[in-house]
């Protein structure tokens, strides 16, 4: 009987780096559907808005926790199988994210404040407004609100293709390198 | 290290992931965004339907287009605290952004003695809080829950030809909406005033009230006008709106602001049903409009009077219509903003006085 060597297991990002992307990950993918869902609703919409609110303020305090932690911990080399290209890409694609995760909660929180309607969190709590008042600013913020969930969703999307298509069919253990519990 | 072995099937597995994995995105966008089902009722379905019934007017609110800004106070007499912890309840002044209304989305259509005319307020409190509430000087609403209303909307579409909605289409919808033909016959009862200034306008729906000491009690609230009942001389275009920057080149207007309190019973979900006359009443204090403004940029034009922003003390009941309104009130707001805009039809400058 021959067994194959395992690989080696690729070096993996720290542990507070994975929690911090899985969170994210699950903020993100959960707010981006519930801001769709809201924009088209009608009985929810309150609802969903006072959720949207309180999870846009909390992913824009994770995404500075996690751009100060990614400057501070390089992430483990690339795999050999990924080509120079694709390690441009990733490059650019991983600084677009961290600038989409900063800027799209502000966008949300100008947009509120633009409208001069008080931005609500939990009950009386609510933040300063961060932009001045008037439907000019609002209505360029509130497009950009839109223009920005579209690239976050198209960049998340292309991310995990690309992710999938490393650990399906390359099998080159790319996921390992995220993941929490070393199964496998 | 492994290095890149890829095969023919290994390619084909991993683009499939992939491709599962973006269907799975799209699919999950288009059913959150409504695009599915078409026949789902969403904020966009709903402010085209204003733009489908009267045509789409660039800049301007989807309904209750024609309007007027307006600035005053509120002087809160401090009895509404005893129901409500509400900062707009306790002793004091706040400034008053208003806006004077006719339902309809044209901007400049002829003002109709019939045409339900709207008040929208915004009240500025202590500690970054606002109050604000459309009102609207029907007794009850036609409607109990936004598909009815929806659905109303399309029934009374005029006709090209006679300009007049199709009679026997309102009949239609009317027998199988007897909410909608009961709270006909309660605004057919009380006619409309003179003018925008001795008008009551109603809040309609339900709100929850809670006082400092935690008890909650649903409540609704009007604006009473206390300038005496004038006499309706229906004449010019807009007549209505003429008289109201007439009245306020006199001297302010004022309303006493009046909460009425539910009975242990009281419907709060169906702003069709009028409360039992004889329901506790509580003076809140009074609104005093002094300044009547042309909508501009940066006045009551640009005010969203969108009933869900409420002061801590104020919570929404199980009404359904203030979550629709506050839905479809923020598409118009966010398409009106975006659209170019044109000067309001009520040009104070050019009402004599």
Not at chain 1, 29 to 49: D, E, H, K, S
């Amino acid at each position: 009987m021959t067994t194959e060597a395992p690989p080696a297991a690729p070096a993996k990002f720290t542990l507070t780096s994975r929690l911090l992307h899985w969170s994210m990950a699950a903020m993100v993918i959960g707010q981006f559907f519930l801001g769709a869902t809201m924009v088209a609703a009608l009985a929810y919409y309150p609802l969903l808005l006072a959720i949207h609110r309180v999870l846009g303020i909390v992913i824009l305090v994770f995404a500075v926790v996690r751009l100060v932690n990614r400057l501070r911990h390089h992430p483990p080399a690339f795999l050999t199988t990924m080509g120079p290209l694709e390690r441009k890409v990733a490059t650019w694609s991983e600084r677009m994210m961290y600038a989409l995760l900063v800027l799209q909660p502000l966008v949300g929180w100008a947009l509120v404040s633009a409208s001069d309607v008080p931005v609500t969190l939990v009950g009386p709590v609510h933040l300063p407004g961060i932009a001045p008042h008037g439907i000019a600013v609002y209505a360029v913020l509130r497009t950009a609100h839109t223009v920005l969930a579209y690239l976050l969703f198209a960049s998340f999307t292309a991310h995990i293709c690309a992710v999938v298509f490393h650990t399906v069919g390359l099998r080159d253990g790319l996921l390992r390198r995220m993941t929490i519990r070393p199964w496998r | 290290m492994p290095t890149p072995r890829l095969n023919r099937r290994d390619a084909l597995v991993g683009l499939a992931a992939a491709g599962t994995v973006l269907a799975a995105g799209a699919g999950g966008l288009a059913e959150a965004s409504g695009w599915l089902n078409t026949r789902r009722l969403t904020s966009s379905r709903f402010a085209d339907r204003f733009e489908q019934v009267y045509g789409r007017h660039n800049g301007f609110r989807r309904n209750h287009a024609k309007g007027v800004a307006a600035t005053g106070t509120f002087t809160s007499s401090g009895a509404g605290a005893a129901l409500s912890s509400a900062s707009v309840f306790a002793p004091g002044t706040f400034p008053v952004t208003a806006r004077f209304s006719l339902g309809g989305t044209v901007p400049d259509a002829a003002d109709q003695p019939g045409a339900v005319r709207g008040l929208g307020l915004m009240l500025q409190l202590p500690r970054g809080e606002q109050w604000r509430t459309a009102m609207i000087n029907l007794p009850v609403f036609p409607d109990s829950t936004p598909q009815g209303f929806f659905d109303r909307l399309l029934a009374g579409k005029p006709d090209p030809a006679t300009g007049q909605p199709v009679p026997s289409v309102m009949k239609a919808f009317l027998a199988e909406h007897p909410e909608t033909a009961a709270a006909m016959k309660v605004i057919k009862a009380s006619p409309p005033s003179s003018g925008f200034a001795d008008s009551t306008f109603h809040g309609l729906n339900a709100f929850i009230a809670t006082n400092s000491a935690g008890t909650s009690v649903p409540i609704r609230w009007s604006a009473v006008p206390m300038d005496p009942p004038g006499v309706s001389a229906p004449g010019g275009h807009d007549y209505l709106f003429d008289g109201l920057v007439e009245r306020m080149h006199r001297g302010p207007v004022s309303w006493r602001l009046v909460l009425t309190v539910a009975d242990p019973g009281d419907p709060t979900h169906d702003a069709t049903l009028p409360w039992p006359p004889g329901r506790r009443t509580v003076d809140a204090g009074v609104i005093t409009l002094d300044a009547v403004r042309t909508e501009a940029a940066g006045n009551a034009r640009d005010v969203n009077f969108d009933p869900l922003v409420l002061p801590d003390g104020l919570s929404p009941s199980d009404d359904p219509l203030p979550q629709a309104r506050s839905a479809v009130y923020a598409r118009s707001f966010e398409r009106r903003t975006r659209e170019p805009k044109s000067p309001s039809e009520v040009d104070v400058e050019k009402v004599k006085t």
